[in-house]
């Protein structure tokens, strides 16, 4: 049998504004929306993501409905359980290999 949708009550730990990591990928960002998405393939409780870098698929927009803001590529809808809170960094591409130059 299929999951039941996710509900409210399974994104109660996710605020707007807290720094996430989102999977697949491990992709950073911050939460910018959480709620119902009728617009979306699926029921239940959707969680936009403002993602650091435009990995994503979206602007925050949905069909013509603006759920948040964000630049070109750099939002995307998950499931809450694809969403881990918690103090994640923005991961800066000069910062990945200062242990690499002698």
């Known amino acids: 049998p299929a999951a039941p949708p996710p509900t409210v009550e399974d994104a109660a730990h996710i605020a707007v504004g807290a720094r996430c990591q989102v999977e697949p990928g491990a992709r950073r960002g911050v939460v910018a929306f959480v709620g119902l998405v009728p617009e979306l393939a699926g029921e239940g409780v959707w969680v936009g993501v403002r993602l650091d870098e435009p990995l994503g698929k979206n602007d925050g ?13 750099h939002g995307t809808f998950v499931r809450p359980k694809n969403v881990e809170i918690g103090d994640f960094p923005e ?9 690499d130059e002698l």
């Not at 927009?61 to 590529?73: E, I, M, S």
Request: hydrophobic share 35%.
């Open 61 to 73: 927009t949905v069909k013509g409905r603006q759920l948040f803001q964000a630049p070109a590529n």
């Open 91 to 99: 991961l800066l591409d000069d910062d990945l290999d200062d242990d």
